[in-house]
């Protein structure tokens, strides 16, 4: 699976109708429909797709067409994101209107080539399951595990200093492990 921390972005014109595609992080999504709808007041339509781990790992997804005839927008761009096996991102496409009707087939190819070209022009990266843990530390080895933390690309979420430290971390369960050899297992 892949996914990207950035946003990638395509426009594609068919009869005089323009499609702008952006690819996002899923965390990015409200906050980047928004923008995008203060940018495009005249846009016709603002058409959504994503997919997602929810808290228990499994996928959620789900797509809307935002007044485009049904079927013809939203899940050929969800389509995108299944065929290219894309997680924990999101397609937001927004539709000026040109003046001349597409039709069912002539939408859904309009979405889904933008779509497409959205992440053709992506930094895709692998996507790794993240998981928090908490370990506990004397004080004296404080400094050993920063200087671990941003070797082994852990993120502290949290540091609590009462009797020694307990750190609430979070990274990939390699690199978890990695941390937890060299600190607990001399």
Do not use: W
Not at 143 to 163: A, G, Q
């Amino acid at each position: 699976m892949k996914t990207t921390n950035s946003i990638s972005a395509y426009t594609l014109e068919v009869k005089k109708s323009k499609f702008h595609s952006f690819l996002l992080p899923f965390s990015e999504f409200e906050t980047k429909l928004n923008e995008l709808k203060n940018a495009h007041p005249k846009a016709r339509h603002f058409v959504t797709a994503f997919r997602y781990f929810n808290e228990y790992n499994q996928i959620v997804e789900g797509s809307k067409d935002d007044g485009e005839p049904k079927g013809t927008s939203g899940r050929p761009t969800l389509k995108v994101l299944q065929g290219h096996n894309l997680i924990n991102v999101t397609i937001i496409t927004v539709r000026y209107f040109g003046g001349t009707l597409l039709g069912a087939g002539g939408l859904a190819r309009a979405y889904s080539d933008s779509a497409n070209m959205a992440v053709a022009n992506a930094k895709l990266i692998e996507f790794e399951e993240l998981i928090e843990e908490t370990i506990n530390v004397d004080y004296e080895l404080a400094s050993k595990c920063e200087y671990l933390f941003k070797k082994y690309n852990i993120t502290v979420i949290d540091r609590n200093f009462l009797d020694g430290i307990t750190y609430k971390i979070q990274g990939n369960k390699q690199n978890l492990k990695e941390i937890r050899d060299v600190l607990f297992n001399q």
